[in-house]
């Protein structure tokens, strides 16, 4: 077959005629050589032009999408119910702080903490060291001694590894109203912790979500890149989901959680690769909502070198994924999800499958190119090849 293929392409460089023409004859020779009849062909190019339809689609679908959550922020009323809140009974909050090796930042993030504007009363703070191997547990212990009646320590040795699983733990020592928690490398500001436990105040309010603010922006082109990244993401898509009453995510860290909407749906699942996307749709599927603050912000150190990112985003993705397995079904038959909130949550779940489905989409316009064949006029081509080579992994 691959002789054949080579007199064929021979021939047709003799005549001018472009090689991708000769490659046409691909289906033809593979039939001929038993790979497949030449009955199949029809329905190969049919399954081609399906994948193509649907990548057009899909991708069609996102573009309105984030158009009506840019010309939403851009034009609509912002809504910020909780903004105003300052005097009120507030809860009894525990603010946590999952840490693993993280002796570099662990002390500003504390020290930031201690600094707030809560009532002591009210309020402490749980380190949870989790199998650290550096200086952490020291400068946690040290931190103990200093501020002993709003400082506790949790010196995590064993069980499953991961923040999921670290928190699950951590929540059983908590008899809080609200837990709060933020990554070892955050910083918060000294009015933050009111801003995220204001909404709380609202029966309905399970999680609440803060805005996260790249502090080392500057530093090369992936930072700020990342930090264009987390304000298309925050200040765009979260805040038009909270605008027009869809389902703004929760983040992980920068967020809190009301204790006992988090008790109802089961509390931390520990094998969790993305413990506050999967937190989300548990709530959401309880009736319960998660509340965006966009003007809660907090500051965090992005990635600096590029495997670092990757490593990252393959995390994300596997959570996301994850979780979309688990609640796709479950959310589309929900009767206590309005619909609009089933369209928005069901769109967020498939962000990150839009990378591979683009890709197939490529590969299968491409193969449809060369049979000489036709979606939409050879514009899909290049419409596929174009989106592919433009937003591949920016959903």
Same mark, same amino acid.
């Given at each position: 077959?691959?002789?054949?293929?080579?007199?064929?392409?021979?021939?047709?460089?003799?005549?001018?005629?472009?090689?991708?023409?000769?490659?046409?004859?691909?289906?033809?020779?593979?039939?001929?050589?038993?790979?497949?009849?030449?009955?199949?062909?029809?329905?190969?190019?049919?399954?081609?032009?399906?994948?193509?339809?649907?990548?057009?689609?899909?991708?069609?679908?996102?573009?309105?999408?984030?158009?009506?959550?840019?010309?939403?922020?851009?034009?609509?009323?912002?809504?910020?119910?909780?903004?105003?809140?300052?005097?009120?009974?507030? /809860?009894?909050?525990?603010?946590? !702080?999952? *840490?693993?090796?993280?002796?570099? @930042?662990?002390?500003? =993030?504390?020290?930031? +903490? %201690?600094?707030?504007?809560?009532?002591?009363?009210?309020?402490?703070?749980?380190?949870?060291?989790?199998?650290?191997?550096?200086?952490?547990?020291?400068?946690?212990?040290?931190?103990?001694?200093?501020?002993?009646?709003?400082?506790?320590?949790?010196?995590?040795?064993?069980?499953?590894?991961?923040?999921?699983?670290?928190?699950?733990?951590?929540?059983?020592?908590?008899?809080?109203?609200?837990?709060?928690?933020?990554?070892?490398?955050?910083?918060?500001?000294?009015?933050?912790?009111?801003?995220?436990?204001? /909404?709380?105040?609202?029966?309905? !309010?399970? *999680?609440?979500?803060?805005?996260? @603010?790249?502090?080392? =922006?500057?530093?090369? +082109? %992936?930072?700020?890149?990342?930090?264009?990244?987390?304000?298309?993401?925050?200040?765009?898509?979260?805040?038009?989901?909270?605008?027009?009453?869809?389902?703004?995510?929760?983040?992980?860290?920068?967020?809190?959680?009301?204790?006992?909407?988090?008790?109802?749906?089961?509390?931390?699942?520990?094998?969790?690769?993305?413990?506050?996307?999967?937190?989300?749709?548990?709530?959401?599927?309880?009736?319960?909502?998660?509340?965006?603050?966009?003007?809660?912000?907090?500051?965090?150190?992005?990635?600096?070198?590029?495997?670092?990112?990757?490593?990252? !985003?393959?995390?994300?993705?596997?959570?996301?994924?994850?979780?979309?397995?688990?609640?796709? +079904?479950?959310?589309?038959?929900?009767?206590?999800?309005?619909?609009?909130?089933?369209?928005?949550?069901?769109?967020?779940?498939?962000?990150?499958?839009?990378?591979?489905?683009?890709?197939?989409?490529?590969?299968?316009?491409?193969?449809?190119?060369?049979?000489?064949?036709?979606?939409?006029?050879?514009?899909?081509?290049?419409?596929?090849?174009?989106?592919?080579?433009?937003?591949?992994?920016?959903?």
């Amino acid at each position: 077959m691959v002789r054949e293929l080579g007199e064929i392409v021979s021939a047709k460089n003799s005549s001018n005629v472009p090689v991708l023409v000769a490659l046409a004859q691909l289906p033809s020779l593979a039939a001929a050589n038993g790979l497949f009849t030449e009955a199949a062909l029809p329905w190969f190019i049919f399954a081609l032009k399906f994948i193509v339809v649907t990548v057009i689609v899909t991708v069609f679908i996102y573009t309105i999408r984030h158009l009506v959550f840019t010309l939403n922020r851009l034009f609509s009323h912002q809504r910020h119910p909780y903004l105003d809140v300052d005097t009120a009974a507030w /809860p009894m909050v525990t603010v946590v !702080i999952p *840490a693993h090796n993280e002796e570099d @930042v662990i002390g500003t =993030a504390i020290d930031s +903490l %201690l600094n707030v504007d809560y009532p002591p009363e009210k309020y402490e703070i749980l380190i949870v060291n989790d199998r650290s191997n550096d200086k952490t547990g020291e400068i946690v212990d040290q931190f103990v001694e200093r501020a002993p009646n709003l400082v506790s320590a949790f010196h995590r040795t064993g069980g499953i590894p991961g923040k999921a699983s670290a928190l699950a733990e951590a929540s059983e020592r908590i008899g809080s109203e609200v837990m709060i928690v933020f990554d070892a490398d955050y910083i918060p500001g000294r009015g933050l912790i009111k801003q995220l436990v204001a /909404p709380f105040f609202d029966a309905e !309010i399970g *999680a609440v979500m803060g805005r996260v @603010v790249p502090h080392n =922006a500057g530093t090369n +082109l %992936l930072t700020r890149l990342l930090d264009l990244e987390r304000a298309a993401g925050y200040q765009v898509d979260q805040q038009a989901r909270m605008n027009l009453h869809l389902v703004p995510q929760y983040g992980g860290s920068v967020g809190g959680v009301r204790m006992s909407a988090l008790r109802e749906v089961g509390g931390w699942h520990a094998n969790a690769y993305a413990e506050d996307t999967d937190l989300t749709y548990r709530l959401l599927l309880h009736g319960f909502k998660t509340a965006y603050e966009n003007r809660c912000e907090c500051y965090e150190e992005v990635p600096e070198i590029w495997q670092e990112r990757n490593r990252q !985003i393959m995390r994300w993705a596997k959570g996301h994924n994850q979780v979309a397995m688990r609640y796709t +079904l479950r959310t589309i038959l929900s009767r206590r999800v309005k619909f609009v909130e089933r369209i928005d949550a069901i769109l967020l779940l498939g962000v990150y499958l839009i990378a591979p489905l683009l890709i197939l989409g490529f590969i299968a316009a491409s193969l449809l190119y060369m049979l000489g064949e036709s979606v939409f006029g050879n514009a899909a081509f290049a419409l596929v090849g174009f989106v592919a080579f433009g937003t591949l992994g920016q959903c």
